[in-house]
């Protein structure tokens, strides 16, 4: 179909095309199922912590294989995911054409969702997708996938119990009352950190709190007029804080870059292929490792409109070959920064130095994460290519589900799902990132599949010999003998 041939009919007739595209796929199929309990309880087939991009993907395509999932989230409807909260660029960094969570289905794209309201002159005039845009484009994915979200539920507690099902902990934030909840599995779609946090350097503990924040935390840019603000690195999360800064009217802005230079070249976007996507999860350990390691040495460049956001003001002053060695707080509240060209003093620090894979940070998981096997007990890399988050990344089964490690016992751990960020050594960047992101949602839901059917196969067969719906009613033919009786021949 051309561009041309989409025309801004509105979000309804768009709705309506979806419906046909469904009916022509025979999406979702019919139930198969069983319903089982356990002490009196329903058990729910899945349940996925995390209502982002990544959690109404997996929710989609889990449903358009059969299975129902209910999606737990902590934040307020409308707020899943970074996008309307601690994200900050202007626009998406991946091209607009990308399919994202689209599950193959046109009428669900980014592309269908904006030409249906908009046009095809405005979708050639768009260069990348806005931030808040692509977060209403979302929300009206879930509405469309009947995704089934719980808002405002924070998950405290899973628990394996080597029963057939996973229990949850959950707080509703508005009443502040607790729920259990029993799941046969659990999804975690907890995004870029969803097994640890931010990270900081050892030296943000010497000054004070409120004198520092993370890129990843909620703050509002306005704290920034006419103040002195550091940024601590020079990646995408970095242009953006920095850029918020600015635009808030900071006295300047500095940016502090460990390297002698700004990387330029994105070597993960030269990583990206259909091999890459449907067999990375198959290569042998070593080339995993190898390519994981090299991407990560050779870090991601920020994007050119987030860097020219920031270089555009006369105050903003980008500093590299410069590390932090020290810092005090200063008499007056502001900080003082010993670097390796001279002494900073600022009145806030932003760090833009990423997120680490960290279980501890993570006490919802505590029943089970020394358990976890990590790559660390499963591989030992080549000299010259050691890489802290390639240790501390699970080391995932075919369905991202977590193993258990030898000479620890944790039943039923495997009923865990980890469908994030660090799902990456195992799976390459299909539990997180917009360009593949369908992909590991449908390799999720048919590894579940299988998994289900392997539980239930007493269930299944027992419905396979109680199908009696005929074909043939016993009336389509009359019966005939075999040798028909003649007059005698006569010679």
Known sequence: MKSSDLSPKGLLHLEQRLHQE???????????MPTLEQDGETLLPVVIVGGGMAGLCAAAALRFQGVPSMILDQAPAGLEGPWATTARMETLRSPKELTGPALGIPSLTFRAWFVAQFGDQE????????RLQWAEYLRWYGCVTEAQVLNGRRVERVTPTGKGYVRLVVRDLDTNQEQQLRARRVVLATGRDGLGGPWVPHWASDIPRDRWMHSADHWDGKLFQDKRVVVIGAGASAMDSAATALESHAEWVRLLVRRREIPRVNKSKGSVSPGMTHGYWQ?????????RHYINEQQVPPPQGSTLRVSRHPNAFFHTDIQVQSAIANGDGSVRLNTTQGVLDADYIVFSTGFRIDLAQRTELADFAPAIRLWQHRHRPQAGVSDQELNDSPDLGPAFEFQVREGTEC???ERIHCFCYPATLSHGT???????????AQRLARGLCGLFLDEDIQYHFERLQAYAEPELMGDEWAESPLVEETAPRMN
């Open 430 to 440: 299909v539990a997180g990132d917009i360009p593949q992101i369908s992909d590991g």
């Open 283 to 291: 290569l042998p350990d070593r080339w995993k490792w190898q390519l």
């Open 411 to 413: 039943p039923g751990l």
């Open 123 to 130: 979708w050639e005039a768009l260069d990348k997708i806005p």
């Open 22 to 32: 469904l009916e022509l796929l025979n999406l979702p199929p019919k139930s198969w």
